[in-house]
């Protein structure tokens, strides 16, 4: 790495296998690539004078996307209790085995107080804001959360998380009908390896998953989360084909965060996450290229977001300060406002109880400022790292709960690195097409375009 | 920009010296682990 001769000091170079010399602005994310080893003198002008042209206004915008305060979503938890007993969650095992629920009255008072927080949202972005019924498992409350959705989905748009083990074929017509986004969880194809990480007494979520993705039939506001571990890793290529055959758009593969010490030995390789991670990408592209219908890895389009259209981001795990008490916070059973659900548990990161303070208090609270401070600026190694604004050193929650402290450099480091230079790798290529939406592909528009 | 013109920009032209672009689109940010699906002009 080294910086670019002449004026532009802030513009790095890196040479990237597959893509050519990158050269980026790791503060704005301006990027460019040329080919033929960089030696085009005449191309390499064009990009210095496109670069200076742009530069005060991709600050200005990259500020503004990391440096402004702006909910949109709140994750609530109806329930501490699960059905299921994964051993990587990161909802304490004490907490699910005898925690508290919501009843109908308190959810409610929520929705009624977040509808009031959001109505100055409304207005500016003319869209609903989100509330997700999130951790630990939703649908042990189906009745009073569904219930709230007929009373407010004209407030709010909608969304479940969920491990699917008690939802019937008739809560998928009512998901359907009420444009819920649903998540639905499932670690592997092969129902040993997922029964490893997701254990459920006496059932299993195996069956019920992929009855669930077959009632959902394509619906579009279907995801499927897979949490990457040891166990599963080397599947998740295949595991991407069955999805796509099965209509699913878009799955996340997320590597697991080892919120408490016994998860680290959960952890996939650096090596082998990265290679099957990069092979689950190759054939989504391979299956998309072959049918009318994609799927998308949701957490690598949002890196090849995060390169081309920082703003367009929609998981906000990969950008420092992160969404957490910045984009969308969480309510837990007993009123608790914390930064993002992964906080669960840790006191010092709660912005006060929801039923006794406003909304607005827990915002300017101490435990979301510290979230909202959290900078890569501030982070030996991410402070010089040119993939600082893409990959953001996720998770803070993951960080804090093994150290104590905010302010560290990912488990993932490597990973990310490596999955950024693929990224930038299939852009070269030209095959970030196959990442995107089709719909939106027929009229894109550019802030700046310079191909030669 | 024309339609159906953009999509082009998005491909490596055949011995192309040099490629760099930003997407024009509005702000989405909506999430931790959970996608929410978009609307259908967004990106993803
Ligand atoms: C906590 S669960 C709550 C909703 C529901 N019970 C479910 O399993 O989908 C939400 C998602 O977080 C994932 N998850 C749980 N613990 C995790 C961890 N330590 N690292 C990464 N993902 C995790 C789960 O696999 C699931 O996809
Ligand atoms: S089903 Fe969800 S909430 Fe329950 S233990 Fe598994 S990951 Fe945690
Ligand atoms: S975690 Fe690694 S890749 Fe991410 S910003 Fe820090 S140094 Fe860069």
Redo the contacts with the bound molecule.
Sequence with gaps: MQNHAGAELSLKEENIKKAGKLLIDPDNVFWALLFDQGRNEAARKKILSLYNKRRKELDASMRDFRFTTEFNSVYINPTDI?N?N?P????PPSKRRSGKSLDNRKLLYILRKLDKFFAPYRKIRKTKPMIIY?????LLMKGMIFSSIEKFHKKFHFGI???AILLEKKDVEFLKSHKVSV???L?SLDPKINDLT?KAKGTTNYSRAIQAIKWFNGYHGLNV?T?VTKHNVKGLAGLVRFLHSNKVSCVLL??????RKA?IKLRPGTAELTKYFIEAVNAAIEVSKRSKRRIIIGNFSNIVLGISAPKARRLMCDISPCGGGRCFFAVTPDGSMIPC?EFVGLKEFCGGNIFKTSVKKAVFSKGFKKVRSRVVEDIPECDVCIYRNVCGSPCPAELYSLSKDVKGVSPYCEFYKKIIEYAFALIAQGKTKYLFRKDALSDIKFEYSLNI | MKKGRGAATLKKKKKGQAIAYRIKCKRTANGL?HYVPSDKKALV
């Design positions: 699960c299921a994964c990587y969650c990161y909802i999130h951790a630990s498992e939703p998380q969920t491990n998540g639905i969880s670690d997701r989360i949490t997320n590597p697991v965060r080892a919120t998860v659900g | 682990s």
